[in-house]
């Protein structure tokens, strides 16, 4: 396993849609582990795009049993190509992201979804879910679109905030 560099705004790439994954082997797997490994050495860090570490492809990795905050969580999930099949509600919340480091941003998003995607065996899977769990997600999806939460926020500048020095 290995921690993986991640890139950061305004590498073009983040601006690009990835592609399906076609099939799933030695390498996705490799890669899921190695992004599994980069997520959990930032603290606080609760989900990541493959593009995010370089890599053009239809994978995400979220774990929200990482935050600091108890939530509903699923644990360790790994989404292949995953696609939102049902969403409902609405909820607003403040997002932060690796390749976004210097600003938090307030988002609006769906509050329950349902996501069809293959897991990293290969098998067809579905999960509905609601809450941060599935804001992380729905944030993780939009990276494989090209899309970070700047171009979501309503207003660049009532909504987005620098984020406080770190200790
Ligand atoms: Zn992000």
């Known amino acids: 396993m290995a921690i993986l560099k991640v890139i950061a705004i305004p590498d073009p790439l983040l601006k690009q849609a990835s592609p399906e994954l076609k099939n799933v082997g030695d390498q996705t797997r ?5 992004m599994r490994e980069t997520m959990l050495s930032h603290k606080g860090c ?3 795009a493959a593009v995010q570490v370089g890599v053009l ?11 600091a905050n108890p939530h509903r ?3 360790v999930l790994t989404m292949i190509n995953p696609v939102i ?9 403040r997002e932060g992201c690796l390749s976004v480091p210097d600003f938090i ?13 293959t897991d990293i065996d290969g ?5 509905k879910t609601e809450g941060f769990e599935a804001v992380c997600i729905q ?3 939009d990276h494989l679109d090209g899309i970070v939460f700047l171009d979501r926020v309503t207003s660049l500048k009532t909504d987005v905030f620098r984020r406080q020095e770190s200790v």
């Open 105 to 117: 941003g307030s988002v609006t998003r769906k509050k329950k979804i349902e996501v069809g995607y």
């Open 30 to 34: 490799r890669l899921a582990c190695d």
């Open 85 to 93: 099949t049902h969403s409902s509600g609405k909820t607003s919340s």
């Open 57 to 67: 492809a239809r994978l995400i990795i979220v774990d929200v049993s990482l935050s």
């Open 73 to 75: 969580s699923s644990g």
């Open 139 to 141: 944030h993780e999806i």
């Open 123 to 127: 098998q067809k899977r579905s999960l």
């Open 46 to 48: 609760v989900g990541l």
